[in-house]
C-alpha cells in the first residue's frame, strides 16, 4: 500500500523564515517535496483565516515559522502572531479538531537546518496523525 | 457600600421619572430606550427627546430586538455624541459596546449608562409570533423578585454569569427585591451619575450591591451554565458532530449581522476573496468527487468563533436570530470561556484595558510553540 504523504502548508515570513528557507538551499540542505512554501509579509500578518482555509482545503497540518522573539523585522509580528496562533489552537482543541495539526516554530535567518528539520519533523509527526479527517469531508 | 438613590414607585417607572427629570431639566439631550410599537406586540430602540413620548417606553422590558451596543456604536462610528445621551440598557449590551469601543467602533463619550442587575430576557421569537410577553412579564418579575431564574428565558441568559452590569453609571436593583411594584433602588456607581440626579425628587442612601440574593443568583446560573454545557455535550462533538450541528445553517449569516462585536464592515466571509471560483469547485470535485455547495459553511462558523471569541460577550442574540435553530450561543460560551481565560480576559469589563489580541508579552504562551 502507498504510504500516507501529508500536505504540510509552511507558512513562512519574509525575513527569518525565508531566510531560513535561503540557508537551507545554501547548503544543500533537504527538506520534504510535499511541504508547500507559502511566504507572508510577517507572520503577524497572517490571518487566523488561513490557517483554517488551509485545514478545510486540503492541508494535513500548517507550520507557521517567523523570526525568534526580538528579531522580527517589524518588532511585534511574531508576538502578536504568537497570539493568534494560541487563539486557533485554543479553539480547535475546544472543538477537538486537531490542534495538533498547528505548528508555531521560530526559525532564524541563518538556521537552515533548524528550518528542514522542522520540516521533516512535521512531516512525520503527521504521518503518525495520519490525514486530516477536515479535508476530506464532503459536506462541509 | 455604595451610594444609592431610591423612588417610591415602581421599577420600571422610576426609571421613566429618572429619564422624565433629565429630560425636563435640559441634562441629557435624548434618551435611548426600548419603546412599545404600535399596537404593543413588538419592542424596538428608539431615540426620544420628548418627554411625553417616554409614556410608550419599557426601558426594562425583558426583550432584546436588537443590540444595543451595535446601536450605540452607529450612532458614535463617524463622531462622538455632541449632548449626552442617557442610555437604558443591559449589562452584556454595555460590555459589547465597551468592547466595541475598544476596536475603535465608537465612542463612551457623554453617555450616561443606565443599566439593571438583569434577570434575563425572552427569546424574540415568543414576542414576534404570538406577542406573548405581555402575559409572561408577571411571572417574570415575580421570579426576579425571589432572585430565581424566571421560567421560558433564552438559554443563553439562563447559564449567564455576568448579569450584574460593568461600567454602568447607574445600575437599577431588581434581583431579589421584594417591592419592586412600589419602589426603586438605582445605584449611582459614579460621580457622573451623582451629577445628573442631583435636584430629583427621591433619597439618598447607602446600600450594598451584591446582596446574599445576588450571590445565591449567581449560583443557580452557574449550576444552569454546566447543564447546558451537558447539554450541549461539545466534548462529544468531534468532527461529525459539528458538521452535522452546522450542517443545518442555511448561510443567511444572520448570527453575524446581529453580533455586537462582528463590525467589520466588509466580512472576510462575504468578500470576493473567499467567493469560490469556478477553477476551485473542478478542484474540489477532482479531489472529493462531491461537495456541499455553496461551500464553507464550517469555515465560516469556525472563522467567526475564532474573530469573535476573545471579545464575545455572551448576549445570545445569534441563538435568536437562527432561523434553523442551530445554539450558535452555546457553543461560543464554551469556546470564547477558553480563550478568555487564556488570556485572563473578561470583555467588556475595563475600557481601559485593550483587547488581548491587539497587544502582547514578550514573554509568555510558550505552550504554543513547538
Known amino acids: ?103 508555531f516554530r521560530y526559525v532564524a535567518h541563518g538556521e537552515g537546518r533548524r528550518f528542514v528539520d522542522t520540516a521533516a519533523e512535521f512531516n512525520d509527526h503527521l504521518k503518525k496523525l495520519g490525514p486530516n479527517p477536515l479535508k476530506l469531508r464532503r459536506d462541509t | 457600600m455604595s451610594k444609592v438613590f431610591k423612588l417610591d414607585e415602581s421599577v420600571e417607572k422610576s426609571v421613566k421619572k429618572l429619564l422624565t427629570f433629565l429630560l425636563n431639566k435640559g441634562r441629557i439631550r435624548g434618551a435611548l430606550v426600548l419603546q412599545k410599537t404600535d399596537g404593543n406586540s413588538a419592542v424596538a430602540y428608539s431615540l426620544i427627546t420628548d418627554a411625553d413620548a417616554l409614556a410608550s417606553a419599557c426601558p426594562l422590558c425583558p426583550l432584546m430586538p436588537s443590540n444595543a451596543a451595535s446601536v450605540l456604536s452607529r450612532l458614535t462610528l463617524q463622531e462622538s455624541l455632541p449632548e449626552p445621551l442617557a442610555v437604558v440598557l443591559r449589562p452584556c449590551e454595555l460590555r459589547g459596546f465597551i468592547e466595541l469601543v475598544k476596536h475603535g467602533q465608537g465612542s463612551l463619550d457623554k453617555f450616561l449608562f443606565i443599566s439593571s442587575v438583569c434577570g434575563g430576557v425572552y427569546p424574540l421569537k415568543m414576542v414576534q409570533v404570538d406577542g406573548s410577553v405581555g402575559e409572561k412579564l408577571p411571572q417574570y418579575w415575580d421570579a426576579v423578585k425571589r432572585a430565581e431564574i424566571a421560567p421560558e428565558i433564552r438559554p443563553t441568559c439562563r447559564a449567564c454569569e455576568r448579569f450584574v452590569p460593568l461600567g454602568a453609571d447607574m445600575t437599577v436593583a431588581t434581583m431579589g427585591e421584594s417591592g419592586l411594584e412600589t419602589k426603586c433602588t438605582i445605584f449611582l456607581n459614579t460621580d457622573k451619575a451623582m451629577g445628573f440626579i442631583e435636584g430629583m425628587e427621591g433619597k439618598l442612601a447607602e446600600e450594598k450591591l451584591e446582596t446574599e440574593a445576588i450571590q445565591q443568583h449567581k449560583q443557580k446560573r452557574k449550576a444552569e451554565k454546566n447543564k447546558l454545557y451537558d447539554e450541549i455535550g461539545l466534548e462529544k462533538y468531534g468532527l461529525s458532530g459539528m458538521i452535522d450541528m452546522f450542517g443545518k445553517c442555511i448561510g443567511c449569516h444572520g448570527c453575524s449581522q446581529v453580533c455586537p462585536i462582528c463590525y467589520c464592515e466588509v466580512c472576510t466571509f462575504e468578500s470576493r476573496d473567499l467567493e469560490p471560483k469556478p477553477a476551485e469547485f473542478e478542484r474540489d470535485l477532482n479531489k472529493k468527487r462531491a461537495i456541499r455547495v455553496p461551500p464553507d459553511t464550517l469555515f465560516y462558523h469556525l472563522g467567526r468563533l475564532i474573530h469573535v471569541a476573545i471579545s464575545c460577550v455572551g448576549c445570545g442574540s445569534c441563538t435568536d436570530v437562527c432561523p434553523v435553530d442551530i445554539p450558535v450561543s452555546s457553543i461560543f460560551l464554551k469556546v470564547r470561556e477558553s480563550v478568555q481565560e487564556l488570556f485572563d480576559y473578561v470583555p467588556g469589563m475595563d475600557p481601559e484595558e485593550a483587547v488581548p489580541i491587539t497587544k502582547f508579552e514578550t514573554e509568555e504562551l510558550v505552550e504554543f510553540e513547538d
Not at chain 1, 500500500?1 to 537551507?24: N, Q, R, S
Not at chain 1, 507559502?38 to 482555509?53: E, F, K, M, Y
Open chain 1, 1 to 103: 500500500m502507498k504510504e500516507f504523504e501529508p500536505k504540510i502548508v509552511y507558512f513562512l515570513c519574509d525575513w527569518c523564515g525565508t531566510g531560513g528557507c535561503e540557508t537551507a538551499s545554501a547548503h544543500h540542505l533537504y527538506y520534504p517535496e510535499n511541504v508547500l512554501i507559502s511566504r507572508v509579509h510577517c507572520t503577524g500578518s497572517l490571518s487566523a483565516v488561513h490557517i483554517l482555509r488551509s485545514l478545510i482545503e486540503g492541508a494535513d497540518g500548517v507550520v507557521i515559522s517567523g523570526c525568534h522573539p526580538g528579531d522580527c523585522h517589524f518588532e511585534t509580528g511574531n508576538y502578536r502572531a504568537r497570539r493568534r496562533v494560541a487563539v486557533v489552537k485554543s479553539i480547535l482543541e475546544t472543538l477537538e479538531l486537531g490542534p495538533e495539526r498547528v505548528w
